[in-house]
């Protein structure tokens, strides 16, 4: 199953990283960094979607976006809603744009968190996400090789360094159009 | 993506007629068809993935397209690219009923991964993961043709675990299993080969590859292991790193007794500890059955992790992986101590070795949560005492690292997956509820609704005191937490000399500028150690913090602060539901003091205090409603809170519940105390109230309280003299002068013409009402049975109702009666 869902949201598009989990298809909800809770008007988490969003299109960063400083968080969804089972959700928020993925109960979070800060900066690379134009819908392509070596068929790695450069170098170079 | 443009792109995938999709779809297969599947074929298959990705509801795409795709993808004169894209659509689809796909026979691993995820994505009607299953375990099980790759495949594997644990035989679990331990134990020691660039100056023979190396740069030690480096891998060394990934999966589904999901309760495999009959030293470990051999070698992966994480990685991201792989070592490690119990000695030594070097490293912190739970499981077994470890945990970790908000979630994690351990009042986890409360303080948003799943373990007649006064002060605390931290952002005192802000810290006559200052000084420093305090401790006199209270209103705003006000009045509640289930009288007696005293003590920002106010005033009724006595055991305190009438005007759903609570349950069937004496003392303070409010003095302007007030005091006041009958002249006369109080023009002024009209005939029913004293009696002080009929139960109803009724009888209304 594609752990991928391109989806857009009410406030601001986010792109939704559904991994690591698959009891049934269902596309991954538009993850806003929503707490869920009792029912009662629960307070919104700080979400990086549509709360960070400036009227000026950000300028391009000429280095790569660090991430360690990028806000972040875990929060729990209950089972049935919108998953069948009980998932924790990691996200990430660089500049207005949110990343999450979503994790099954027994899944290692620190992992998760690693693998989604490094998912989050290829894709801004690979996707040219914070580019002007709407280049980054139609590269879906470059979007599930990215995740079919970063987290194949949803699954975490424990990758180092050296071994995720290994793996971007197997890569078969992809004329860049 | 915030761009204009690319919410046109999203709008017109989305918006795209069928008509025109179809001629796009035909011209795709043409495409693809021809002989030319270049980057036009790319970029068509890019848009057509972004149409069906965009829309909620899937479209349906033309059977014979997609029957084309599925060829498309099995077929090897497509270059991978489009193969990719073909497979993503086909998942975007799912579940597609046009599905021709199978696995059966596939011999590429590349091409079995992208079928795989597809059929996994199928929904399982037609047993799709159980083929998948066996095609990939036979594929596993035989040769490895030239240029394949089992690394494709064995993901496949984990994610059909996920979905269905059953798929599996034991046959094909065994099979696995070895194979696991080759991958995990038997990989090579030597780096990777690199791909030879196939030039003409490309030498084969030019570089031998050397060992592989350990984070810090040494050689490797042992055996090959995710923590192991090199500049390029091996088939068997990637294999090695994904058995790793997916070794916790595996083993929380095979490795017990009997099949388990890996999302299953952990706490059922207790029952399967059961000490091996085979030897598990290493030397015969070729001996054992599948399960257990990878059982060892799990084992021994495990703690060569651990102690290849006490080497200081050159690189932040290998640090990064250290602290994910020693968390997981320790959890596979418990799984296998649970699953063998034969483990737990070895395993205990060299854990206690790790926690004494990892608890001073607030670095490692979140790898102390799955060692404490460890130590829970199984340090009973081993008779070994851990409440160092416990101790540490609870009052050191949350004081020091409230902040991060994954360490934070982690642990009220750990607490709600161990919360029979706050069952007993005098252990160490229920004591430090101050510490626990910090991390809800700090990260409301994410924690709250963790917190409400956890507050009723932490409350017992013991703790309810005091958690009622730490939630009413928790943006006091969040914002304690703020200031506590700059403190320690700043740097130490550089010079012997003070600063002027250092020194005015110091001087107790001189008041703190700054909340910062404030901090230090010795005014407020004992303040903010209580607020700041790690264990329970009741405080007697809850007034002491008033001044602190002040003066962290100044960060009243700060976003976070803000947050955790809004958290509160759930938590109130909740509060409230779980302690009228075990509070007794003197409890209940004492939390209604409490209100009525915190009332006026509560943090400054008026959405708050409203907040807090509304879930207060319902609440109290609640408590009314169980012990309906406290008003009479109370009755010094109430009057004097009801003689104020500052009180109406800064609490005024707290006032108008109190007196309805009056009216309602001040009377000798709830207790026999109630004497006419009581009722009477109620009765003049009510009435000297409600004349305050009322009374229309020259030239003075009329403060506007709300015509609730107004009407509930007359309700109650009609009430009391329903009870005590000497009482009703009173009433009646005061009554009737409401109409002159409604028509006066100081009052038209003030209220609307509905609310004058409201009060008025209220005060008409009544007095009609009292016109007819035993009617009265009965509607107002029902016998308590008659009282529990859902008629009566309905206060929002029964009584207007009632009120209608004798009005019209009063007044002999026409067609009234029937006939």
Known sequence: MSPLCLLHDVGAPSLGVGGSWCKHWAPPSPVQGRAEGSGRNMPRLPAAAGRAASPAPPQLPDEPVSLQAAPGGLFRLRPGDPFSGPATVVWLAVLALGFALVCEPHENL??????????????????????????????????????????PHGQLLFLGEAAAQALEREAPAKALR | MFTAAAEGLLKQAREIPEEELGRFVSHVAALLQGRDAGAEAVDCLQRLHLVVAATKYPRTLDGKFVELLQTVLCSPKYPEQVQVLCAAILREMSPCNELILSCDDVQDTKLLSLISSILLAQGDKKAEVSAVAQRVVKVLEGRLPEGQSFRHILPVLSNVISISPVSLAEEQINVVSKKMVDWLRYASTQQGVPQPSGGFFSNPRARQPGPVTEVDGAIATDFFTVLSLAQHYTEDQWLNMQAFSMLRKWLLC?????????????????DGSVISMVSTTSTSSHLLPPKERLREKAFEYCQRLIEQSNRRALKKADGELQKACLIEAVTILDIICKQDSSYVYRTLSSLKILHSRISGDVAFARALLPLAQFFLNHSETAAVDSDAVYKHLFTEIPAQLFHNPSLAFEFIQFCKDNSQLFTDTSSIFRQSFPNLFKFLAWNSPSLISEFVDLLPFLLDAGTAIEIFHLLLDLPCLTAALDIQLSTSCMPSARSTSLSASEKAACDPAVKPATCLEAFRHPLYKSMFQYLLRVEAAPEDSPERLIPLRQLLGSLASSPRVVQCAETVPVLLELFFSVVAEFADKPLINQLVLLVLQRSDQLYETSAFKDDVYRVLSSQLLTLCKLHPALLVELSK??????????????????????????????????????????????????????????????????????????????????????????????????????????????????????????????????????????VAQFVFTPPVDVATTAFQRDANESLPFALRIVSRLLEGGAGFMPG
């Open chain 1, 110 to 151: 620190l992992l998760a968190e690693s693998t989604l800060r490094r998912l989050a900066r290829r894709l801004l690379g690979a996707l040219r996400l914070l580019g002007p134009g709407a280049e980054a819908l139609l590269r879906a392509g470059h979007a599930e090789a990215l995740l079919d070596r970063l987290l």
């Open chain 2, 637 to 774: 305190e109430l009057l004097e809170f009801l003689a104020s009438v500052n009180n109406i005007r800064n609490k005024e759903a707290l006032f108008t519940h109190m007196v309805w609570a009056i009216g309602e349950y001040m009377s000798v069937s709830y207790d026999k105390r109630c004497t006419v004496e009581q009722i009477n003392r109620f009765f003049e303070a009510l009435e000297a109230t409600l004349f305050e409010i009322t009374q229309l003095r020259p030239l003075a302007s009329i403060p506007n309280y709300a015509p609730r007030v107004i009407t509930v005091l007359m309700t109650t006041l009609t009430k009391l003299a329903s009870r005590s009958q000497d009482l009703i002249p009173r009433v009646s006369l005061f009554l009737s002068k409401m109409r002159m109080f409604v028509q006066s023009p100081a009052v038209t002024s003030v209220y609307c013409e509905e609310d004058r009209e409201e009060i008025l005939n209220r005060a008409t029913e009544l007095m009609n009402l009292l016109k007819m004293p035993s």
């Open chain 2, 254 to 270: 095979y490795g017990g007794e009997g099949l388990s999901t890996p999302n299953s309760d952990d706490r059922s495999e207790m």
